[in-house]
């Protein structure tokens, strides 16, 4: 893995969990990840309940904007993490992949949102643990 590793998310839309898994990692690694995010058939906005869910945590995606996933975002990538987008996503050697199975938000409440936001939170610390290096003190 790269000094400065390279996480890819993926979801079919590109507008909720994918969104919120790419706000988080941002957020928490300070800079030291790079993050991307795309989608194999993306919608023209990001869910609008997944933009509430992250800025009740001080999160703002709302200018975001769904991408298309592209062969050169996944070679870019270290890590890929897809979210219910099935085979469409292109398998590359060396690089390390990972399906979440997480609910989509996609018409559901705040409520609803609420729980998935937290469960993508809690992976990418996981995430972050494992991927980047321990403080030197």
Not at 24 to 45: F, M, Q
Not at 52 to 77: F, H, R, Y
Request: glycine content about 8%; some cysteine; proline content about 7%.
């Amino acid at each position: 893995m790269s000094e400065k590793p390279t996480v890819l998310f993926v979801c079919v839309h590109n507008a909720g969990r994918s969104q919120m898994a790419a706000g988080y990692l941002a957020a928490l690694s300070d800079g030291r990840v790079e993050v991307l995010s795309a989608g194999s058939e993306p919608t023209d906005r990001v869910n609008p309940v997944a933009v509430q869910a992250m800025a009740e945590e001080g999160i703002d995606i709302a200018g975001n904007t769904p991408k298309i996933l592209t062969t050169e975002a996944v070679k870019e990538s270290d890590v890929v993490i897809t979210m219910g987008c099935g085979d469409t996503c292109p398998i590359f050697p060396g690089k390390r992949y990972e399906d979440w199975e997480l609910d989509d938000p996609a018409g559901q409440g705040i409520e609803a949102v609420r729980p998935i936001r937290d469960d993508i939170k809690a992976r990418i610390e996981r995430l972050l643990a494992e991927i980047l290096p321990a403080p030197v003190d």
